[in-house]
């Protein structure tokens, strides 16, 4: 398995702000992923995070709304910009250990007013 | 598109009976099966993952597979009030990622 830490664990924010989320993992790995979880639904992929690469975005996403880093192989950020209440959503990272099994992280609670 | 669909529940079971769960997936490449459990205002939290035909056993947890039917499932025997939570099946590919079915909502009842 893996432990992993994300920063905030919640937050409240205006409308038209920026927030950068961290995710934080106890070891290396290649893979990590940024997710959203709209209240009462299930898990929806945002991109994918490579150490070295440019992340990876799912339709209907793109980098100049959710600008992922990965500067090493256990930490990225994702920021969510200019945001709106669409936004609020629970957003997980998750790693992939052990054949493609993926481990997520605590998530982070985020409300736009 | 890649779809996983589970049954929508919510199911609700008395303590000590078998909760049976259903999953089916669209994309035949699929190569990896996962059961995660998702306590309210938790992240999803590893139960199974299964990757070939048959059944596979871990505790009162049996995941069971069949890819021709693409068909996944997940039995909890002797089910207790502790196991309530959404679970969710998800499906993985040759890339990595992963499909997540809307979950299924499971209430066991003491």
């Known amino acids: 398995s893996a432990v992993i830490s994300q920063k905030p664990s919640r937050d409240i924010c205006q409308r038209g702000t920026s927030l950068t989320i961290q995710c934080q993992v106890d070891s290396q790995v290649t893979m990590m992923f940024w997710y959203r979880q709209q209240p009462g639904q299930s898990l929806t992929l945002i991109a994918t995070?490579?150490?070295?690469?440019?992340?990876?975005?799912e339709s209907g996403f793109v980098i100049d709304k959710f600008p992922i880093s990965r500067p090493n192989l256990t930490f990225s950020t994702l920021t969510v910009s200019n945001m709106s209440p669409e936004d609020s959503s629970i957003y997980l990272c998750s790693v992939e250990r052990d054949a493609d099994t993926q481990y997520f992280g605590p998530g982070t609670r985020l409300t736009v007013l | 598109q890649k779809e996983v669909e589970q049954n929508s529940g919510p199911l609700s079971v008395p303590e000590g009976a078998i909760a049976s769960l259903n999953c089916t997936y669209s994309?035949?490449?699929?190569?990896?099966f996962f059961w995660y459990r998702q306590y309210s205002g938790k992240s999803p939290e590893l139960i199974m993952s299964?990757?070939?035909?048959g059944d596979k056993e871990d505790g009162r947890f049996t995941a069971q597979l069949n890819k021709a039917s693409q068909y996944v499932s997940l039995l909890i025997r002797d089910s207790q009030p502790s196991d309530s939570a959404t679970y969710l099946c998800a499906g993985g590919g040759s890339n990595y990622k992963l499909t997540f079915g809307k979950g299924t909502l499971l209430t066991v009842n003491p």
């Open positions: 995070a490579n150490q070295g690469s440019e992340a990876t975005y």
């Open positions: 994309d035949r490449g699929s190569q990896s």
């Open positions: 299964i990757y070939s035909n």
